[in-house]
């Protein structure tokens, strides 16, 4: 339990696996990129005080929190993203829905199962920070 619980935490302390929408702009400059990421903060922050939320809910009463999580990560992945922040926007989403999945576990009982989903959680949260990284070297 204790152990689900950090790995939960941690997922806070970084930031889904729907393909945002193609468009004919590919935006890559930096202010652009910088200009992506702040529209959806709102977002994730939601997302991360859901995640706070779930962590100290006992494991009965986690269904609606993670009915929210669900919602706001459907509303992220629906999201368009420019192909030069895609990657970024991708591995967001899959944290997302791993983290939700980890949630499933656990709310199943299935706590090495919950373990391994919030690890692939927080992996995927550490490529998306380099996937932003890159992009924003890239970017002109």
């Known amino acids: 339990m204790k152990r689900v619980l950090l790995i939960a935490a941690a997922l806070l302390l970084l930031g889904c696996s729907a393909r945002a929408t193609a468009t004919p702009r590919d935006v890559c400059t930096r202010e652009d990129i910088r200009s992506f ?46 192909r030069c922040i895609e990657a970024y926007h991708t591995h967001m989403c899959k944290s997302m829905e791993l983290t939700i999945d980890g949630f499933l576990a656990f709310m199943a009982q299935d706590e090495d199962e919950a373990s391994s989903h919030f690890e692939k959680a927080a992996d995927y949260l550490r490529w998306a920070s380099e996937a932003l990284d890159n992009a924003m070297a890239r970017a002109k």
Do not use: C
Not at 55 to 76: C, F, I, N, W
């Open 37 to 82: 990421v702040s529209k959806r903060l709102g977002i994730s922050e939601r997302f991360n005080s859901l995640v706070k939320l779930a962590a100290s809910t006992p494991r009965v009463s986690l269904v609606g929190v993670v009915r929210e999580m669900q919602d706001v990560h459907k509303e992220y992945a629906r999201l368009w993203a420019p």
